[in-house]
């Protein structure tokens, strides 16, 4: 059902000092629920892809760089008021800025690596979740 999913990525430097664990458990204390879950890497191509409303920023270049250095973990969340709620238990795009208690507040190492991604629309959560996931690969009440 639109409005009741997000999709979030576990950004490279997250998952090498093995934050994985502590984030999905956050999330799931949180009370959302995973639809669908990889462990992946993103070419340079998917990546800027994945960006493409930064391109002009100037910070894509980096970015693309960043996001595509390492393994990544990408899950679709399921929760009613999923993108909003979700945006609230990450905290702040600066960690500096994040909120106590907030993912980046907690995981995050800098601006760029911010531990976590968050959709930010609806209409973005299914276009992102469609990104990385196969029909076959999500829940059946997705
Ligand atoms: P995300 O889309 O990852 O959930 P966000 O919506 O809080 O984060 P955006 O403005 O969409 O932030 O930026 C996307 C990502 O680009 C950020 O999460 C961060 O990794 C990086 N970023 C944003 N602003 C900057 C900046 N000024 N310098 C470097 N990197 C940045
Ligand atoms: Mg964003």
């Known amino acids: 059902m639109a409005g009741n999913i997000t999709l979030t990525i576990i950004k490279p430097e997250a998952i090498s000092k093995n934050y994985t664990g502590p984030i999905l458990n956050m999330i799931n204390q949180a009370g959302f629920s995973i639809a669908a879950m990889k462990l992946t890497k993103l070419s340079s191509k998917q990546a800027e892809e994945f960006y493409a409303?930064?391109?002009d920023k100037p910070f894509y270049n980096d970015l693309v760089e960043f996001i595509s250095s390492g393994s990544i973990v990408a899950a679709v969340l399921e929760k009613?008021?999923?993108v909003e709620?979700?945006?609230?238990?990450i905290g702040a795009t600066n960690p500096e800025n994040a909120?106590?208690?907030?993912i980046r507040k907690l995981y995050a190492e800098s601006l760029q690596?911010?531990?976590v991604h968050?959709?930010?629309s609806d209409e973005n959560a299914q276009i992102e979740s469609a990104f990385f996931f196969a029909r076959s690969?999500?829940?059946d009440y997705l």
């Open 85 to 89: 709620d979700f945006r609230k238990l």
């Open 137 to 139: 690969e999500r829940a």
């Open 99 to 102: 909120e106590e208690g907030t």
């Open 118 to 120: 968050g959709s930010d």
């Open 53 to 55: 409303v930064h391109r």
């Open 80 to 82: 009613d008021n999923a």
């Open 113 to 115: 690596m911010n531990a």
